[in-house]
């Protein structure tokens, strides 16, 4: 018995070592390439593991050439996968196979994500075009993905001119590009969403010159030399398609939609003072002229002003016929393409204060400022058309009440910085009418505001934080009836300051 036991045992081990030497390991190559001969794919992360077993038998990283190389058991089936962001996921099979000398040769094919590269080059205005313009490096470099929600890229301080980001296809990205003592930039994409199958839009004529380079594939990568400007006083920008109905000055829808962009430019350069400017072509009566563009400029400042700028930083004035473009003065017969030219609306830096970073506040947050004012000041309930409407003295012709519903959190201006949040007991709350004129991000933005509220002699004016939000609400009064909120609302449009009824249970 012990003798069969014995032989068992050499049979066993013998079949162990059979199949040992013929399961020998061969040496798998693999090249991977972008498809449409793009070239290697540098930086892909590859795993391996036993189809069998599921185990993970190894891993690594794509050379400069695209090139793997790992050890694998002859004759056994594994399966691969390759990743790299912006390329598309490969996930392959094979079995191991010793095609020459112990080796196995792979060519594996990756394809990049939809979308474009956007490779870009900052640098300095040049108005000369005959001398080399110069890289700019130590900028603020932020991109956000606005159909995400989330910051996709923050570059602190650009060791180079150059940086490059994916844009992947359905995405709306914002662009901010920042550096001390320049013009920001800032860039809209948009990628196969809004209609657009790409799209780069800038601020009025502050729009990057993009050569692109895109293959039938809809591929392919986007050179773009973005030219920041330095902010120096008397330096002026014309603002396009801010239009006026024949002799009035009121700011149309229109030129509303052109001058929230204008607010971008105060909100990305907080170091500038600016001066809103208006200019009318040579026709009609010299005094006259001069007293129409006054009150549009006027009128645009005001628009700002409702829309959050600070008092401080804006002005206006309004020249007239004084600053005639082209030939087209006083008694010369032009076209009226020739007088559209001088009929313009224009920023002109008036101070540029110092450290400017020291006021920068991350893209990300000014974004979600930015929508949320938007949607506390369009997301109001339908108004009631047999309603009698109000007439403002202000650019705005018509008030329409807004209403919402919510609970708010007070933290009163002069003790805001002592005080935590505390949440409201709803079981025992009566309602009130809330008069709000912005809701901000930032603390200290509250504050500015209601100290011109305070100055225009709303001395009741408070800082709110919304429940269950970070937002600080600028709370002018409260009332239990609602027609004393309605006037008080009034008093606000009629002073320029944009502002809204929130029905609060407290």
Not at 368 to 378: A, S, T, Y
Not at 386 to 399: E, F, V
Not at 485 to 506: E, H, R
Request: proline letters at 3%; charged letters at 25%; a neutral charge.
């Amino acid at each position: 018995m012990k003798m069969l036991h014995f032989q068992s045992f050499i049979f066993f081990l013998s079949c162990s070592l059979l199949v040992k030497l013929n399961a020998q390991d061969i040496m798998v190559n693999a090249y991977v390439y972008e498809a449409f001969n793009r070239g290697y794919v540098k930086a892909a992360a590859v795993e391996i593991t036993d189809s069998l077993t599921k185990e993970l038998v190894a891993t690594g990283i794509t050379d400069e050439n695209g090139f793997f190389s790992t050890s694998l058991t002859e004759g056994r089936k594994y399966q691969m996968s390759l990743t790299k962001p912006d390329m598309e996921n490969l996930l392959i099979q094979f079995v191991a196979t010793d095609e020459k000398e112990h080796k196995q040769f792979l060519k594996l094919e990756m394809k990049r994500s939809p979308g474009y590269i956007f490779d870009v080059t900052l640098a300095d205005e040049d108005m000369n075009a005959q001398n080399a313009k110069d890289g700019i490096t130590g900028a603020l470099i932020e991109i956000y993905n606005r159909t995400l929600a989330k910051e996709e890229l923050v570059i602190s301080e650009s060791a180079s001119p150059n940086f490059q980001f994916t844009l992947k296809n359905g995405n709306h990205y914002t662009m901010l590009i920042r550096k001390e003592g320049y013009l920001s930039k800032r860039i809209e994409a948009y990628v196969n969403v809004k209609g657009c199958v790409l799209c780069l839009d800038g601020i009025s004529d502050l729009t990057p010159g993009v050569a692109d380079n895109i293959s039938s594939t809809g591929l392919g990568t986007l050179l773009a030399n973005i030219e920041l400007q330095k902010a120096s006083v008397g330096k002026s920008f014309e603002i396009k398609n801010i239009n006026y109905d024949y002799n009035k000055w009121e700011i149309r829808p229109d030129a509303a939609k052109i001058l929230d962009n204008v607010v971008y430019i105060f909100n990305d350069n907080p170091g500038l003072e600016l001066e809103m400017g208006s200019h009318t072509d040579a026709r009609g009566n010299d005094d006259y002229n001069l007293e129409l563009s006054n009150n549009r400029a006027r009128a645009a400042m005001n628009y700002l002003l409702m829309k959050g700028i600070d008092s401080t930083r804006i002005s206006y004035k309004g020249y007239g016929e004084t600053l005639i473009k082209n030939r087209c003065k006083n008694l010369v017969s032009c076209s009226d393409k020739e007088h559209e030219e001088n009929r313009r609306t224009e920023l002109k830096i008036t101070g540029v204060r110092k450290k400017e970073s020291d006021s920068w506040v991350p893209l990300s947050r000014m974004i979600r400022e930015e929508e949320f004012q938007k949607e506390m000041f369009q997301s109001v309930p339908p108004v009631n058309k047999n309603a009698p409407k109000t007439k403002s003295k202000g650019p705005n012709a018509d008030i329409e009440i807004q209403i919402q519903e919510g609970s708010l959190t007070s933290v009163p201006f002069n003790q805001a910085a002592e005080q935590d949040t505390t949440i409201l007991d709803s079981s025992k709350m009566n309602v009130y009418y809330f008069v709000i004129a912005g809701s901000f991000l930032v603390p200290s933005h509250a504050d500015k505001q209601i100290k011109k509220l305070q100055k225009l002699g709303y001395g009741n004016s408070i800082r709110m934080i919304i429940a269950d939000s970070e937002f600080h609400s600028v709370v002018v009064d409260q009332f239990e009836e609602e027609i004393k909120a309605k006037k008080v609302l009034s008093s606000l449009k009629s002073k320029g300051i944009d502002a809204f009824i929130k029905k609060v249970k407290l």
